[in-house]
């Protein structure tokens, strides 16, 4: 579950939007610094349903799957059977993982900007 | 050459989905009058009859759902409001009665005048008034996301007007870049998310992609590539780190998890001495996601192609002759003086994008087409004689 107010631990929803102040000690000058709200654990929704930019990527990375994959390594899902968020999240995971293999490189834990 | 430009070895763009400039950055025409966006004066017209009016009533999510149509028959609506003289007037009058379509509700009709107070989006509001601000960068197409993402990487969306952009013939910018000898990346967000270039870019090179990881740790340690293009989280999801919040603004997904993406990628930049003063990052939006906003889209070269009422599903041919509506456009860097505002004068598009960036990693390119070639480039913003030592800073 997406948990907004666990700003200090590795939070769920937070690795991508994560912003640090750290950067007003690395350079000379005069610094605003702005406070970024973040936003409620009822945000998160991975059950809402595809929108029509998720169902186009679904058809494309449809295509791509058909077009690039052989039959054994498919998924054998198509796009109209796919309904969620979190479906098509899934579905398009494990075609970008078989069109794009390379090993996802993490930034060391004090990389917080 | 201006010291800024230089200096300039990055350039970053950012590129988020379907909101309007009236609707994100209006309400910085209080703040600076010299910033065209909007105020309680401006209005439409509802499927009864009355005056509209433009509100700072806009919430993060919740609102805008369903989300408003963005077809092109729906943007033409919202421009043209249904005139059929010729020519036809531009009137940016049509888009409530446009929303009204989707749910035959004349009250939630009119939340698509909505707009945001400044201090609803302290990330992008600060970005607009401490770098600087398009007062005209619009949509290349009058239609959805696809094509319009298409001219910011080919520069042409090969006469599509839809959410098919198939195997494009001319180079996109980043295989322009790397026959130079340059380097080029494209980040997404994770692999849950990937990318919307799947069909042309990710299944044919798969080397010009890596997740926004990457681009943290490239930023840290200074391997940024000559040009990125970073997408946003477009799904609400969960990876190997945890749930995941959309961050693409797309309604009806959170705008304040988007305020934090593009904090975290300014921050990742900024972070970095030596990065934030060879870089110019430019945070833009694809298209206005069926939105208000009050000013008309000029027209534009065309790029020699034409689609058909097959495909505009409508009565008449598209010439690519004009633009879509205008988006939230802001560049950074710290070579722009502070408050800068683009003036009306300076028409801007996504066609920008590869013909600035082309122009100068490469130089002239003429291959592309008419259309990349008479876009505005923007790195003549870049101007100050001396790097600001000033800036901002986000935090949680």
């Not at chain 2, 996109?172 to 130079?180: C, K, N, W």
């Not at chain 2, 990052?281 to 192609?305: A, K, M, Q, S």
């Not at chain 2, 689609?307 to 690519?320: M, R, W």
């Amino acid at each position: 579950m997406y948990d907004a107010g666990r700003k200090k631990k590795k939070t769920p929803g937070k690795r991508g939007a994560t912003v640090s102040a750290e950067s007003t000690s690395t350079l000379p000058g005069d610094y605003t610094s702005i406070r970024v709200p973040i936003p409620p654990a009822s945000a998160f929704n991975k059950g809402r349903p595809a929108g029509c930019l998720l169902q186009a990527q679904l058809r494309h990375y449809h295509h791509a799957e058909s077009a690039r994959l052989p039959k054994k390594k498919r998924d054998g899902r198509r796009p109209e059977d796919i309904h969620t968020e979190a479906e098509a999240a899934d579905y398009i995971a494990k075609i970008t993982k078989l069109l794009n293999p390379q090993r996802r490189r993490k930034p060391k834990p004090s990389a917080s900007a | 050459m201006p010291p800024g430009l230089d200096a300039l070895k990055h350039i970053v763009v950012l590129m988020m989905e379907n909101r309007s400039f009236d609707h994100m950055l209006g309400s910085l025409k209080a703040v600076n009058p010299l910033i065209d966006g909007v105020d309680r004066t401006l209005w439409n017209p509802d499927t009864q009859g009355n005056q509209v009016f433009a509100q700072p009533l806009a919430q993060f999510q919740g609102q805008l759902d369903p989300d408003p149509d963005h077809a092109f028959p729906a943007v033409d609506q919202q421009i043209f409001n249904g005139d059929q003289s010729n020519p036809r007037v531009a009137s940016m009058q049509g888009f409530v009665e446009n929303y009204y379509t989707q749910q035959q509700d004349v009250a939630h009709s009119q939340k698509i005048m909505y707009y945001f107070a400044q201090d609803q989006l302290p990330v992008l509001t600060s970005l607009a008034l401490n770098f600087a601000v398009f007062n005209r960068w619009f949509s290349s197409i009058p239609g959805p996301t696809l094509c319009n993402r298409a001219f910011a990487h080919y520069g042409t969306s090969f006469g599509q007007v839809g959410m098919n952009v198939f195997y494009p013939q001319g180079k996109s910018i980043y295989e322009r870049l790397q026959d130079a000898g340059h380097t080029a990346k494209l980040y997404y967000y994770d692999q849950q998310s990937s990318s919307l270039e799947v069909v042309n870019l990710l299944q044919h090179q798969p080397e010009l992609f890596a997740t926004y990881d990457q681009f943290i740790a490239d930023c840290k340690s200074g391997t940024l590539s000559d040009y990125s293009f970073i997408e946003p989280n477009y799904s609400d999801h969960d990876n190997d780190d945890g749930a995941q919040l959309a961050s693409d603004q797309h309604p009806d997904h959170n705008v304040q998890a988007g305020e934090l993406f593009i904090a975290s990628v300014y921050n990742a930049i900024q972070s970095n001495p030596a990065l934030w003063a060879s870089t110019a990052l430019l945070v833009v939006y694809d298209e206005h996601g069926g939105i208000f906003d009050h000013v008309p889209p000029p027209g534009c070269v065309p790029d020699g192609y034409s689609a058909g009422p097959a495909d505009t599903q409508l009565s008449y041919t598209f010439n690519f002759d004009r633009l879509g509506v205008r988006v939230p456009a802001i560049l950074i860097s710290p070579w722009i003086p502070k408050g800068t505002v683009v003036g009306t004068d300076r028409v801007f598009e996504h066609a920008s994008i590869p013909n600035t960036v082309t122009n100068h990693f490469i130089g002239p390119y003429p291959a592309a087409t008419m259309r990349e070639k008479a876009a505005q480039t923007f790195l003549d913003l870049l101007s100050l004689p001396v790097m600001r030592t000033d800036s901002v800073v986000f935090s949680e």
